[in-house]
C-alpha cells in the first residue's frame, strides 16, 4: 500500500516527465520556426539575406545558345572587382562571394580571361547544342546536417566545394562532393536530395546551368529519398558548436539533432533534452 510519501514521490516524478516533454516539444518547436529556413531551403537571393548559413543567389547571366565543344564552367578570382570586369568576356560573370572577387566563365575547354589566378575549370557539363541557356550562380553555407528540399533542375547542377563535405541523393544512388575532391556534376531533369555531412561546415560555390525558358529549381513532389545520405543513427552526435546566427539556446548536433541550451555565461553549455 502506498503511503503519503511515496505517492508524493510519483507526483514528482510524472511532473518532472511531463516537464521533460514540454521542453522536446518546445525545443523542436523552436528549431523549426526560426532555423527552419537553414535546414530546408530553396536558395534566395542574396539581397534577402538575413545571416550566414543558408543558400544565396548571388548572381544570374542570360547566356544564349552555347559555342560548339565540350562546355565548362571556369572559376578565376581576382585581386579587385574592376580587374575582373576588365577581363569579363560574353559569357562571364563577376560575382563578391565567400571572401573573395571570382570571375565565372561558361566556355569551352581550356579558355583562360586575362590575369586573375585560375581555381577551377569543371565539366564537361551535359548540354544541348540547341539549347538557350542562363547560368545561376549561389553560395551555399551549411553545417552538417543541413538540408534542402527535394527538388530538380532544368540543366545541369556543378559545385566548387571551398570546404566540407555534401552529400546528393538522386534516383541513381549517391555522390559525394568534398573540399579537394571530384567536382560534382549532376545532369537536369531527375529530382534529387542534398545533405551536408561530415564534421565540417559546408562552403560551396554552386553553377546551375538552366534552359532560359524553364526556371532553374522547381520542387520534386513525385519523388522521396531513400535516406542514402543519412548518418547511422549511432553516428556521434558530436556538437558542432552553437548556432548563434540562428538562435541564442540552439545547438545542432552533426546528425541532426538539435539540444536546448541553457546559458550561464558565454562559455557554459548545458544540455537539455535532444529533439528529433
Known sequence: MATQGTKGVARCLASWTSARRTLRVFACWMALMVCGEAFGQICRPVSERTGELGCWITANTTLGL???????????????????EAAKGPRGTVVTSLGKVWLFTIDVAGWRPSG??????????PVSAD?????????AIFTPGMTAPTHRHSGPEAWYTLTGETCLETPEGKMIGRAGGDHVIVP?????????????????????????????????????????CKAPKEANRRRIGSQRACVRGL?????????????????????AQLCR
Open 116 to 125: 586573375g589566378e585560375r581555381v577551377a575549370q569543371i565539366g564537361p557539363l
Open 66 to 84: 552555347l559555342p560548339q565543344g565540350p562546355i565548362f564552367w571556369h572559376l578565376d578570382t581576382y585581386p579587385t572587382r574592376a580587374a575582373a
Open 251 to 271: 545547438t545542432l548536433f552533426e546528425n541532426g539533432e538539435v539540444a536546448m541550451v541553457s546559458y550561464k555565461a558565454p562559455k557554459d553549455h548545458a544540455f
Open 188 to 228: 537536369g531533369g531527375p529530382p534529387m536530395h542534398l545533405t551536408a555531412t561530415g564534421t565540417e561546415v559546408r562552403r560551396a560555390l554552386v553553377l546551375i546551368l538552366h534552359d532560359s525558358s524553364q526556371p532553374p529549381t522547381t520542387p520534386a513532389q513525385d519523388w522521396k529519398p531513400k535516406g542514402l
Open 131 to 139: 539549347t538557350k541557356y542562363s547560368a545561376q550562380y549561389m553560395e
